[in-house]
């Protein structure tokens, strides 16, 4: 994982960035500094480039790369298939030597295609004066754009802000729906930016028109004196999504409609239908886990003693079903002697909560938490720190030999106000919304992984060492984890939760996923997404909605079905059946500032002029 920048100019008058604004790039990447400046004085253009690497795999191989061509590459990525990378080289340079071997444009979009893994690169290749760069295909590392309003700043690209931008409203993520080109020689002639967009290819004329005017509709004109469309195509690394719905639907032994559910509610619903897809289900989804927790620098982490040994690998845990099931597929193939983090975010509750913590102890069942069952608890007891406990024990019995740092992750307002305004709000621009404030400031306070810890009936200060940090989105956007799926699906039935399930993987990339990387990214960390891996996706894809989901069933069964039954078979417990809750509410962010306020809502804690 890295942090990259390219700034371009069309005078040979490069603009380096002001030294303050590479310290979010900087934490990014603290294995790795290097910047490089290429001036072409035939041509009129100049652009300047910064890398900043966080060392996973192979050989430390610092960033910006430059051939003896002249040619310039960043990389901000993971390969995990489709290109061949040994198991001791580092896919930075893999990609490189891939890349300056391609001739023409068609070979450069065939390359890409083939790419298996989050990515987000910037390529300079001099012969053709051409700037490439552009996300993967979920948007699953951050870019961003800003052009500029003369030709000496004509255009940025970078992974993150600077500190105190003064210019919210001039950056944009770049769209994950294809790769941009750039050709410096043509725009140093115009004094203006003319982008060529290669986009996914898509199996339907409406997909590749709505891919399209995600771009026609993004306000250019001030920026850019043109937009086209390259003939070339990429091709979309996943399967389409399986529209088929049958007329007469399997009728399951059960269909509660009570909040209340058991794990024996559940076993009621599989079928040798439902079993066989939760088995295939858990194989690919086990490899997706394996590829983002096997290649990583273990060689010197085993000491003297089992209990010293460090963790390689976190997970953001809430002990609901998604970070239980990426736990309990990350014990299969972590070393057994290796710790695995757990990191479980809680934000202290207010007024009378906090103030009444010591009179009883809360005893309600996890289902059933809510702020009346919280009124008597200790302030950092939210939902999700008395699941996280369940789930907990829940691991332990699976793998008795297996050390699970549950780390309790405790914030107060005051740390809260103080990390927003001096840092995490320009993480979380160029989005705006109370929506993104609230998981940009959860996400980042669990990804630094500094807490407590609960070790031989002792509890002392613990920070992470992990470098990967695996989180489950992507989990509840493919198998309809969301209130809005219900809604939709009493509204207008399976047709209805299609098309909302085909919208949600069409936006994660600027809802979700680039402000989440540069949230982890901020700690030194990488953030993995397993449910996003392309071969767990093309396998929900392949299924027939009802095989994976079913929102008849009551909250708590239907929704994520597939999950819940590879859950059972797995040997989880009651983590299996309990019902969605996001991430806001269960760490009681929430809760902790404003209380009239809408997701939707523009945060009026992330202006720049609050941050500064």
């Not at 603009?15 to 303050?20: E, I, L």
């Not at 705006?432 to 002792?458: H, P, Q, Y």
């Not at 309990?578 to 991430?583: E, G, V």
Request: with cysteine.
């Amino acid at each position: 994982m890295c942090g990259i920048c390219c700034t371009v100019s069309l005078t040979t008058d490069a603009v380096k960035p002001y030294s303050q604004g590479f310290i979010n790039l900087q934490r990014r990447g603290p294995n790795s500094s290097h910047e490089l400046l290429h001036t072409d004085y035939s041509h009129n253009y100049s652009c300047f480039f910064s890398g900043h690497v966080l060392h996973l795999r192979g050989q430390l191989t610092p960033q910006p790369l430059q051939d003896k061509k002249g040619n310039i590459f960043l990389w901000n990525g993971e390969v995990f298939g489709g290109v061949d990378v040994p198991g001791a080289a580092n896919d930075t340079e893999v990609m490189f030597q891939n890349i300056v071997a391609c001739d023409s444009e068609h070979d450069i979009l065939s390359l890409i295609s083939k790419v298996q893994g989050p990515w987000a690169f910037i390529y300079y290749q001099k012969k053709k004066h051409n700037l490439w760069f552009g996300r993967d295909f979920f948007g699953r590392r951050s870019l961003l754009w800003r052009f500029g309003e003369t030709p000496k700043e004509a255009l940025c690209l970078t992974s993150v802000t600077e500190l105190h931008c003064e210019a919210e409203a001039q950056w944009h993520e770049v769209p994950a729906s294809g790769i941009f080109k750039c050709n410096l020689s043509s725009c140093a002639e115009l004094k203006l930016i003319k982008l060529t967009l290669y986009s996914w290819m898509y199996t339907t004329k409406e997909e590749q028109t709505e891919n399209r005017q995600k771009i026609v509709s993004f306000d250019f004109e001030k920026y850019v004196s043109k937009i086209t469309f390259g003939d070339c195509l990429l091709i979309a690394p996943v399967t389409p999504l399986n529209r088929k719905i049958p007329e007469l639907l399997p009728v399951s032994n059960c269909r509660a409609k009570s909040d209340h559910v058991s794990i024996e509610d559940l076993k009621m619903l599989i079928s040798e239908v439902h079993k066989n897809n939760a088995e295939s289900f858990i194989k690919v989804l086990s490899e997706a886990v394996k590829k983002r927790v096997f290649c990583l620098p273990r060689e010197n982490n085993v000491l003297t003693s089992e209990a010293e040994n460090l963790a390689n690998v976190a997970i953001l845990f809430s002990g609901g079903i998604d970070s239980m099931m990426l736990a309990a597929l990350a014990d299969r193939h972590i070393p057994p002697e290796e710790p695995i983090d757990l990191l479980n975010v809680a934000f202290m509750m207010q007024g009378d909560n906090s103030k009444t913590h010591k009179t009883k102890k809360c005893s309600a069942p996890s289902h059933q938490v809510d702020a009346k069952a919280l009124k008597y608890c200790n302030p950092f007891d939210v939902p999700d720190r008395i699941t996280g406990r369940q789930g907990l024990e829940e691991l332990k019995a699976l793998n008795l030999r297996r050390i699970w740092n549950f780390v309790e992750i405790n914030v107060t307002l005051e740390e809260l106000e103080q990390m927003r305004r001096q840092h995490i709000s320009q993480l979380i621009q160029p989005l705006n919304t109370v929506l993104d404030d609230s998981i940009g400031c959860a996400v980042w306070f669990a990804s630094r992984g500094t807490g407590m810890l609960k070790c031989n009936g002792e509890t002392k200060p613990y920070t992470s060492t992990s470098k990967v940090v695996l989180t489950g989105i992507g989990a509840d956007e493919q198998l309809g984890g969301y209130s809005r799926h219900r809604v939709r699906f009493n509204r207008e039935s399976y047709k209805g939760l299609l098309e909302e399930l085909s919208m949600e993987l069409g936006r994660i990339s600027s809802r979700n996923l680039g402000r989440d990387d540069r949230v982890i990214g901020d700690q030194g960390k990488e953030a993995r997404f397993p449910f996003l891996d392309e071969n767990v996706v093309s396998f929900l894809n392949s299924l027939q909605l009802w095989e994976k989901t079913d929102l008849s069933l009551a909250r708590g069964l239907g929704e994520k079905l597939i999950l819940r039954i590879a859950a059972v078979i797995l040997g989880l417990g009651n983590s299996s059946v309990l019902p969605k809750r996001a991430m806001q509410f269960g760490s009681r962010i929430a809760k902790m500032e404003k209380k009239n306020e809408k997701a939707s809502d523009k945060c009026s804690r992330l202006k720049p002029d609050v941050a500064q």
